[in-house]
């Protein structure tokens, strides 16, 4: 390929770790739309890219980006790493643009593909209490969602959104 954009690796020889074997389904690039709300804020659609690559290390890098349906302009992004610990369980950090930061850890279904992650670290927040995401791939469809705790709202959805490898 020419560049970051095709593959799943940046250096397309290196041999998938055998850590992240079980994670081998993520690897390429998803983009789809979804939708957000939360009980404060207004509903608003959105469309999505990920991106899901390695290096031979036993960690899969991953990378969001979103934007408005309408006009193309930047929305969130985020950026952070995958492992699986060798106890079957997953682990994920992420930093967001919003310059929150977070330790997501859960479980990895490698029958169903479905992964469920709880925080539990937040850092750098001025609202956010609690977040937690849930993935499943079938086929070729990424679909997710992700709920959210504030200082003044209780654990409710922010986002849901279903994603095709492209
Ligand atoms: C609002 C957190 C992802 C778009 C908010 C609020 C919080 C938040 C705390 C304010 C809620 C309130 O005022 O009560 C998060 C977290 C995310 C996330 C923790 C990831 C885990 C996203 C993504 C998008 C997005 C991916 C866009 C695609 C928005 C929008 C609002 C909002 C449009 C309303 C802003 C406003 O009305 O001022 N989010 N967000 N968020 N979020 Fe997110």
Redesign the pocket.
Known sequence: GSGEGEGVSVREMELLHPAIAPLEFLLGRWRGE?E?G?????S?R???ELFFSHSGKPVIAYT?K???LESGEP????TGYWRLKSDGSIEVV?A?S?G?V?LQKGSFDAENRTMELKSEL?GN????KE?R?AFRVSDRELSYT?Q?A?H??NLQS??K?VLRQI
């Open positions: 979804g957000g939360f009980p404060t804020i207004n608003f959105y469309g999505e969001q979103t934007w408005k929305m969130h992004a985020e992420i967001q919003t929150l977070e937040i927040a001025s609202k956010v977040i995401r992700v959210m504030t003044t709202t922010h986002l959104a």
